[in-house]
C-alpha cells in the first residue's frame, strides 16, 4: 500500500518565491527520500534524510523530518522556472527493502 | 553517459500482444527495479533483482516477467497486454538493496495498449 502522501497536491508560485510541501508517512521508517520529477522524465534523486535527522539543506533545498508525527517537508528556496516539476517522497520503512513513493505535488513556478 | 537507459522509449500496442521493455545502467550497480507509474503519476515498484537474483515481486499478474540476464540488466516482458497495462514504466538502479536505496531512474518507457 502507498506509504507516502504528499500535501497540496499542485502549487502555483512566482518565481522567486519559497516552495513548500509535505509528506506523511504511516510506518517506522530508516529514512525518507524526495525525488523531482520533469514531465516526460525520469525520477531524480534530490536529497535524503535519515531516521535520526531533523533537518537537512542542500543548496536551495531544506528538508525537515518529524518522527513523531510520521511527516517531512521540503522547502524550495527563490524558486526557479527550472523548479517547474512534481516532487515525490519515498519512504524506506524498516525491514521493507523498498522504496514507497506517495503521489507527487506538482509545483509550477510562473515567470 | 546515460546511467540508466530503456528502450523502446514509446510503446504503442494491441491488446493481446507481447513486448519487451529493455533495461541497462553502467553505475556498477547490484539492485534493479521496475516501477509502474500510472496517469495520476502513482509510482508503484513491480519487481527487484539484486545481482540477478528476484528480491521483490509485489502483486503484479504474472503475464509481466522480469529477466535478469546480468547485473547491469533488467529486462521486462509483458504477456497478452491489456488496455490496463497503459502506464509508464521506469527502471531504476541502487547501489545495493539493503543500505539507504538512493535509486537513479531510466528515462521511463510509456506503454499505450489500444
Known amino acids: 500500500s502507498q506509504q507516502g502522501e504528499e500535501d497540496p497536491q499542485a502549487l502555483s508560485i512566482q518565481e522567486g518565491e519559497n516552495a513548500t510541501m509535505n509528506c506523511s508517512y504511516k510506518t517506522s521508517i530508516n529514512n525518507l527520500q524526495w525525488y523531482r520529477q520533469n514531465s516526460g522524465r525520469g525520477l531524480v534523486h534530490l536529497i535524503l534524510i535519515r531516521s535520526n535527522e531533523r533537518e537537512k539543506h542542500s543548496g536551495r533545498l531544506r528538508v525537515t523530518l518529524d518522527t513523531s508525527k510520521k511527516s517531512s517537508s521540503l522547502l524550495i528556496t527563490a524558486s526557479r522556472a527550472a523548479d517547474t516539476a512534481s516532487y515525490f517522497c519515498?519512504?524506506?520503512?524498516?525491514?521493507?527493502?523498498?522504496?514507497?513513493f506517495g503521489a507527487g505535488t506538482t509545483v509550477t513556478v510562473r515567470a | 553517459d546515460t546511467a540508466v537507459s530503456q528502450t523502446p522509449k514509446y510503446l504503442v500496442t494491441q491488446m493481446g500482444n507481447d513486448k519487451s521493455i529493455k533495461c541497462e545502467q553502467n553505475?556498477?550497480?547490484?539492485?534493479m527495479y521496475w516501477y509502474k507509474q500510472d496517469s495520476k503519476k502513482f509510482l508503484k515498484i513491480m519487481f527487484s533483482?539484486?545481482?540477478?537474483?528476484?528480491?521483490i515481486n509485489e502483486t503484479v499478474p504474472n503475464r509481466f516477467s522480469p529477466k535478469s540476464p546480468d547485473k547491469a540488466h533488467l529486462n521486462l516482458h509483458i504477456n497478452s497486454l491489456e488496455l490496463g497495462d497503459s502506464a509508464v514504466y521506469f527502471c531504476?538502479?541502487?547501489?545495493?538493496?539493503?543500505?539507504?536505496?538512493?535509486?537513479?531512474f531510466g528515462p521511463g518507457t510509456r506503454l499505450l495498449v489500444l
Open positions: 533483482y539484486n545481482n540477478k537474483e528476484l528480491i
Open positions: 531504476a538502479s541502487s547501489q545495493d538493496w539493503t543500505g539507504e536505496m538512493t535509486q537513479y
Open positions: 519515498a519512504t524506506d520503512a524498516r525491514g521493507d527493502y523498498k522504496l514507497s
Open positions: 553505475l556498477g550497480h547490484d539492485t
